[in-house]
């Protein structure tokens, strides 16, 4: 009923809170089901998780520039929120006052998603269990998991970024 990769999100986003792999999850999931949609529903999730890992590390103003894009996503999506699990009103309300919080530069508190499909929160918590992982852990993350862009592979992203700067520099000269 629900992607895999939904299921490894939200078990992430409530259990480690590893909002990177989140964001890595579904960056994947996008990219196979809706490639270059970006009004996908995928990507309005892809930037909520983007934004707590900003928040969490401080950097209030890429966390505040991510929600509100996921935020303006969410509001007009043409989607069907039952198809995700969520309270679509519940979930808007809680961005909104992580946003408030944001550009007041509170500190970071764990994002609740309002799941009200008891199926999907029983997938979520399974899923968790097999991966060693509590589900709505109040436990706080590791520092490997606050800081985790500082430790990845980013020699593909950079050969994808000369390649899109090579093509650019290509198109000019034509």
């Not at 505040?64 to 999506?77: Q, S």
């Not at 060693?132 to 985790?148: C, D, T, Y």
């Not at 430790?151 to 000369?162: A, K, Q, Y």
Request: proline content about 3%; charged content about 30%; some cysteine.
């Amino acid at each position: 009923m629900y992607p895999d990769e939904y299921i490894e999100y939200l078990a992430h986003f409530h259990g480690d809170q590893d909002f990177f792999e989140c964001h890595e999850i579904l960056e994947e999931y996008w990219k196979e089901v809706d490639p270059g949609n970006k009004e996908s529903i995928w990507v309005s999730f892809i930037l909520m998780a983007v934004s707590c890992y900003h928040h969490r590390r401080g950097n209030f103003t890429g966390a505040r520039k991510t929600l509100e894009k996921a935020i303006v996503m969410f509001k007009h999506g043409n989607w069907i929120w039952s198809d995700y699990g969520l309270d679509e009103h519940i979930l808007l309300a809680r961005l909104e006052e992580r946003l408030h919080n944001i550009n007041n530069q509170l500190p970071f508190k764990p994002l609740v998603l309002p799941i009200n499909d008891a199926f999907l929160e029983e997938q979520c918590v399974k899923w968790c269990l097999s991966h060693g992982m509590e589900w709505k852990s109040s436990l706080i993350p590791a520092e490997a998991i606050v800081h985790r862009h500082l430790t990845r592979d980013r020699s593909e992203v950079i050969l994808e970024r000369n390649a899109a700067i090579a093509e650019r520099k290509e198109r000019r000269k034509k």
